[in-house]
Structures are given as structure tokens and as C-alpha cells.
DNA sequence: GCGCCCGGCGGCACTGAGTGTCATTAGCAT
DNA sequence: ATGCTAATGACACTCAGTGCCGCCGGGCGC
């Protein structure tokens, strides 16, 4: 063949390999969730041997998870451009109602994602894990914040409160099938946030 | 022996079993690590066999988390006792800042536990979880408040901030080896939330 | 006393994740 | 074509966790 026509030319065969094996594991995970699926049947779906799938990923839930992270980049980088004159926290709002509507937009597919999460007690675990990672990047964003940042004390708790509060909506998004209003909800929360719990 | 002198009455056999496992476990977690611990070890120096652990323990993790669990049924009673005319949050504080003159109390075990804990990823995901539990007590602390309860969707994301919060408040006194002041920040933390994060 | 039943236990074998090692191979530049 | 290097497959191993089975000891009625 001269043109070489469908197949795309090599160099990016890694990358190539890396996709083949999370499309299988993703399949798979989403059709028999994600403790019934084994890594030798990930691997036999992608063409490749068994040890090879830890080569590329360092274990099933990386592999599981890696989607997630992509959003974390997306967040890191929402929140590393600040609109003039914005509060720190004012900037992380911003951030995170954006994700809400991500989170709206790909309805189907958080949701499945939030379905295969439950049926694997190791899964749940490593989500906690993954927001900790989340609960971070926040704290960092409001103690670095342009003009309004925050004490960096003060900067730990918020985050940890918003993380909370975050995990508590996802939550409640979740159970009502991504039927609610996720962006509605977090405007809401935002304020409670910020005017406080407390009798008033 | 016409006394049955030294070893008690069988009936609470188990109980010593499990006694030696949990001795055991703690003490080679203490020493080695979480990871570097095999079960193996663990029934060994119990004296019974690998088998026999998991009967005793669903899995490694549920050895370390015994104590864990022990303080979370304190804190169930102590939320479970509101003084009268107290609101729901009142009572969550209380019982809050309760757990936290503890953790001042066991200082030596609680930094023990922790530095455990960070030495082990797993550990580290599971300890996440049993934080999960404690903003479901909250949660339901909340809800179920006597006069001052909170509307349902209020309570969860409270739970989940509070939560949060606390998480970093622990997080901050780990890391200043426990001698910063736990109840005194938890005040500051539980007035923060009460008053809101935003700009006054 | 004697057989019987039953609950705990040890032992064994198996699955499945994750890791180390090594020989082979495939891509790529010269 | 040749040779270098990195990716790969194959094998062996550790360790958590589970199922199964046979044994042993202790109460029970007879």
C-alpha cells in the first residue's frame, strides 16, 4: 500500500497502546464492574501481555482513574488564570461551578463512572484519595490567590469545608440519577459558605 | 486443679484470640509498617494460624481500624445525648471538640497511628473511608437534632464542610507533631464556620 | 462410658494484584 | 544491512483474601 491509508504512522505507538488498553478497561469495567474485571482480560482485550498493562499503568484503578485526572488539569488550569480583581475565592468559585456544568454536560458518562465507583469497595477508597488531590489543589488556589488571598491556615480549613461540601452535592446529584440542578446547588452552597452555618 | 485457677473460663477464648491478634498486628505495624507486615507474621506471632486471622478480621485494615472504630461508637454516644435546649450543631460541637481533648489526651497514640497511616497508601485510602463514616454520623446528627435541626440537603453539605474542616485541622496538628492546640483551633475552625468564609 | 454432633481451627489450594528479571524483538538512526 | 535501545512477553515470585475439607475437642443424650 503506498499511502499507508488507515493506519496512522507509528510513532505514536505508545500512545496507541496506552488508548487501546484504557478503552478495554473502561469497556470492561463499565460492563462487569470493576472487581469482576481482572487485568489478564484487560489486557487480552488491548492485544497485550499481561505485564505490559503495568508498564503503562502503575495500577487498575490508575488506569480506572485516568480520566479523573485530566479534569484535575482542566480545574488547575481554570483556576491558575484569575479574572482582574478577583478574590482567591472568588476564582476557585468560578473554577468549580465550571466543572459543574462539565459534570452537567457529561451527564451519562460521570454518572455510569459514579455506578462502577460503588460496586467496588476499593474503588471508593481510591475516590477519596483522588479529591484529597482536589482538596489541595484548592487550598493552594486560596492561599496563592492574586489579591484576595487567604491565611494559610484559614486557606487548609476553607478548602477542606469546600471539598466537603463539594463531595456532599456530587452526592446528592448522584442519587437523584443527575436529575438536580448541580450548578444551582453549588451557587447555593457557594453561599452558605460564605454567610456561614451558624443561627443568624 | 479443683479451682480452675489461672485461665479463665473458656467462654471468652475468642475474645483472647482476638486479643493476641490485635496485640500482634499493632505492635508490627508499629515496628515495620503497615506494608512491610504480612498476616502471615501477624498470626504467627499470635500463636494460631494465618487462616484464623481472617476470621477474626475481615482484612488486614479492619485490625489496624479496631480502635478507630471504637472511638467512632464514642462519639455516636455522646451525639446521642443533647444538653436541653441545645441546637444540633451545638451538640455536634460538643461532641467535636470532646474528641478532640481525647486526641490531646493520647497525643503519643495518635501520632503512632498517623505516621502509620502515611507510611501506606492503602492505609491512607482506607482512613478516608472511616472519615466517610464519621460525616454520615454528623449528617445524621444533624438531621435528627431536637430542636435545632437542620432540613436534610442543609445537613449533608454541612456534614460534609464540618467534616472537611476537621480533616484539616488534624492534618495541620499531625504536622505540627501534636503540639499545636487541637480544641483551641477546633473553636476557631467550628466559629469560622458559623460566621462563613466570605469577605465581611 | 460411648457414640454423636458441632464449632473452631489448621492446612491446602486457588485467584488475582503487583513486582523483578531476563531474553527476545521491533523500531530507528547511521 | 547493522547495531543500538526501548518496548515487550514470559516466567517466577510475594502477598491478600477465599473456599474447602479434614481434624480435634468438648458438650450432649443414651
Keep these: 500500500m503506498s499511502i499507508k491509508p488507515a493506519t496512522v ?20 469495567f463499565a460492563e462487569h464492574g470493576f472487581d469482576a474485571t481482572t487485568v489478564d482480560r484487560i489486557a487480552e482485550e488491548a492485544g497485550v501481555s499481561r505485564r505490559s498493562f503495568f508498564r503503562y499503568f502503575p495500577t487498575k484503578e490508575a488506569a480506572f482513574f485516568s480520566g479523573q485526572r485530566r479534569r484535575l488539569g482542566v480545574f488547575r488550569s481554570l483556576v491558575a488564570s484569575p479574572l482582574p480583581g478577583e478574590s482567591a475565592l472568588e476564582t476557585v468559585r468560578r473554577a468549580i461551578l465550571a466543572l459543574a456544568a462539565v459534570y452537567t454536560a457529561d451527564r451519562e458518562e460521570r ?24 482538596e489541595a489543589e484548592i487550598a493552594q488556589a486560596l492561599r496563592r ?49 460564605a454567610r456561614g452555618f451558624g443561627p443568624s
Design 111 to 134: 454518572l455510569l463512572q459514579h455506578r462502577v465507583i460503588q460496586g467496588s469497595k476499593h474503588l471508593m477508597a481510591a475516590d477519596l484519595q483522588v479529591d484529597a488531590e482536589w
Design 145 to 193: 490567590g492574586g489579591c484576595g488571598a487567604m491565611p494559610p491556615e484559614t486557606a487548609a480549613i476553607a478548602a477542606g469545608a469546600l471539598m466537603g461540601m463539594i463531595r456532599a452535592l456530587l452526592c446528592e446529584w448522584y442519587e437523584s440519577e443527575g436529575r438536580g440542578d448541580l450548578v444551582g446547588r453549588g451557587v447555593e452552597a457557594f453561599a452558605l459558605f
Design 9 to 28: 504512522p507509528p510513532p505514536n505507538k505508545r500512545a496507541r497502546t496506552q488508548e487501546a488498553l484504557l478503552e478495554a478497561a473502561l469497556a470492561l
